[in-house]
């Protein structure tokens, strides 16, 4: 651990060094990556010397001991012995997490889609519980969100919903929400009070930056149209609605959202990109399982990940096996023990693999 930690000194002592660098801080993109490592290297530094002073005085408390000469102060240095051996054990485990190799596309903003499965209107107003639920867990977190499309449910809810999130860390949360989302509960539409089962599928998508993915702009067709579904005056009067087709891949990205049909481009574009890219990531995340076998990040879009029980009041999160009786609060956005339990497992297995640098 010592060792692992004088390594981690050494670059944290670079990185303070490069972060005051005119270059550095005159490349914007380059000095939020350095500030962030910087950020993540100090918090580890800060265990590395609570680690250290425990060690030494785990040296001290020994020498007294073995030296017996007063037997108050060998009383005491037995208790501070004990102390120090549990918290080190303690930090052993804390540095460990923390000295994971990050993903880095956990750092990135995100595209969240939202679409109804089978149910019919039941799953388009699932659909809907599920996007209040991520607004509210996303406002929790302080991340900013933006509608990008929505085509609305014919009950209410949405058949298919695309928002973007901005904020810190936002894929390295939302990373585990994509798959299929399933609800038992009775309908609205229900007369005679039996419970169904609805689906809605969410997919996450790591917002691309331009330099992460290069769109030949000959490869795609523009196509324009009038907007639709409730807005301004310029709903049904221009054609402000853009819908981008990737040609080579057959992707298709579009937005109505903005009355500008120059502001629903750039979104229809960023959309377009993020699919690429994900398209890019997918096949490696593919590659990665081959050599390990994840239960939390597969990919997998057709799993079904989640359970939300309403007769019960139940909530079972699939790939770990953890069941909560708390939907309400779960329902009204606060995910986030699911979120850290989800990211535990997975950071555990993550251990196993680097079990031997340890």
Not at 18 to 43: A, G, H, T
Not at 246 to 263: E, F, R, W, Y
Request: charged share 30%; with cysteine; aromatic share 6%.
């Amino acid at each position: 651990m010592l060792d692992k930690l004088r390594i981690i000194k050494q670059r944290f002592d670079e990185v303070s060094d490069l972060i005051i660098q005119p270059d550095i801080i005159s490349d914007q993109k380059r000095y939020i990556q350095i500030n962030k490592e910087y950020k993540d290297l100090s918090s580890v530094m800060k265990l590395g010397d609570e680690y250290q002073t425990l060690l030494n005085n785990i040296e001290e408390a020994k020498e007294i001991i073995a030296d017996g000469s007063d037997p108050e102060m060998t009383e005491m240095a037995k208790m501070e012995l004990e102390e120090a051996n549990a918290r080190t054990q303690q930090l052993e485990e804390e540095i460990k997490f923390m000295l994971i190799p990050k993903d880095p596309e956990d750092a990135k903003n995100v595209m969240v889609e939202i679409r109804a499965g089978t149910g019919g209107d039941e799953a388009s107003i699932f659909a809907g519980d599920l996007y209040r639920m991520y607004i509210k867990f996303c406002a929790d977190k302080n991340w900013r969100t933006e509608i990008v499309d929505v085509s609305e449910g014919t009950s209410g809810g949405f058949k298919e919903i695309i928002f973007s999130v901005q904020g810190d860390d936002v894929y390295g949360d939302l990373k585990f929400e994509a798959g299929v989302h399933r609800v038992q509960r009775v309908p609205q539409t229900e007369t005679q009070g039996r419970v169904h089962t609805s689906a809605a599928t969410v997919m996450v998508l790591p917002e691309a930056e331009e330099f992460d993915v290069q769109i030949d702009m000959k490869d795609v067709r523009k196509d324009l149209y009038c907007s639709s579904g409730p807005g301004g005056q310029s709903v049904n009067t221009t054609y402000s609605a853009v819908r981008l087709t990737h040609i080579p891949t057959g992707l298709v990205a579009q937005c109505q959202d903005q009355k500008s049909q120059h502001k629903n481009f750039e979104k229809a574009l960023t959309v377009l990109r993020s699919r690429l890219y994900e398209l890019e990531l997918a096949k490696k995340q593919e590659e990665d399982s081959k050599k390990r076998k994840s239960m939390v990040s597969s990919g997998d879009r057709s799993a079904k990940i989640r359970t939300y029980n309403y007769p019960q009041g139940r909530v079972t999160e699939h790939r770990i096996g953890l069941t909560m009786y708390d939907l309400s609060n779960i329902i009204n956005g606060d995910i986030h023990k699911i979120v850290e339990e989800l990211k535990l497992a997975e950071n555990t297995e993550k251990l196993k693999e680097l079990g031997e640098v340890f």
